[in-house]
């Protein structure tokens, strides 16, 4: 391979999966609230609702979408497009992040089938430097793809680089390969703190996960000018498809219902909608017969 990072597009960038929990009453229920609307609208898409218990807290999870509560406070926890979404408004909700997960995945022909082999025959056959040698363990699957593990599961330091088209039955050319890390404890708090600090989510999403695989010499091969040119085209995906199904068919004609009984200048306050439009162009755009008719089905 080259020393000399390649320009491939980067498709996706972000948090893949959050872990949190708050203690403070208030802190803890705005996070009880939040994790309860993530399971809804999880379940309002489709998803299987079901209980939840974890070290003696008790709630529901539904789709990417957990949470519990219990006398000392809440936990969250949510993955894949739901963590992406609601992970600026779960971290500032919450007083402690026990797991962080941050992703890249690019699409490149410089990434073929046999990617993760090739990196991992060049890892092992690297001279080992000062201190503690870092794992490297390459799972095979003609299924689901290779993956190469760096590090063990168990440390607050861990990464991934995987087939993602394989892992999704995906037939596409280029593949798409992902480059995951999963942070723990203090490592996940200091990220945490990062990414809420940070004005560009995904290109402070791109540098964490490049500078992360870069010092264990497996990063990603982009070039790092290519970091402000992330693609976020990718967030038209399945889980994103399901949340615009809810509110189109969930939360819209519940809308529409109180519109027509208060006033859509009332209700379009509370949803914290600007007045910037007429009542008369509101009421002809939202309040159609369709609407309505489906509003009384609810």
């Known amino acids: 391979m080259s020393n000399i990072p390649l320009i491939v597009p980067v498709v996706e960038a972000g948090i893949d999966w959050v872990s949190c929990s708050a203690e403070r009453p208030m802190m803890s229920a705005a996070l009880l609230a939040l994790g309860r609307d993530l399971v809804q609208q999880e379940a309002m898409s489709g998803a299987t609702l079901t209980p939840y218990y974890n070290h ?46 941050v992703q890249v995945t690019v699409r490149s022909d410089e990434c073929g089938a046999e990617y993760a ?29 290779d993956t190469l593990n760096i590090g063990r599961r168990v440390s607050d330091n861990f990464g991934r680089i995987y087939n993602k088209s394989a892992e999704e039955k995906v037939l596409e050319v280029p593949l798409r390969w992902r480059w995951e890390i999963e942070l723990k404890r203090k490592p996940a708090q200091k990220a945490a703190w990062a990414y809420t600090s940070a004005s560009d989510k995904s290109h402070w ?9 870069e010092r264990r010499h497996c990063a990603p091969p982009i070039s790092k000018v290519l970091r402000v040119g992330v693609d976020r085209s990718s967030r038209g995906s399945h889980a994103q498809a399901n949340r615009i199904k809810w ?13 027509a009984e208060f006033g859509w200048p009332d209700v379009l306050a509370l949803l914290g909608v600007p007045m910037r439009y007429s009542d008369a162009y509101v009421n002809e755009t939202m309040a159609s017969m369709a609407d309505l008719d489906g509003a009384g089905e609810c």
């Open 56 to 101: 003696g807290y008790a709630g529901y999870k539904a789709g990417g979408a957990a949470y519990g509560n219990c006398p000392r406070g809440t936990i969250v926890s949510v993955s894949g497009a739901t963590a992406r979404e609601s992970a600026s408004e779960l971290l500032r909700c919450s007083d402690n992040v026990s797991r962080l997960d």
């Open 117 to 145: 082999k090739r990196v991992y025959g060049r890892l092992v056959g690297e001279p080992r430097g000062r201190g503690r040698p870092i794992a490297h363990t390459l799972i095979t699957s003609d299924w689901t793809g």
């Open 205 to 213: 999403s791109l540098g964490e996960v490049f500078d992360w695989f």
């Open 247 to 259: 509110l189109k068919l969930g939360v819209r004609p519940v809308v529409v219902r109180l519109a």
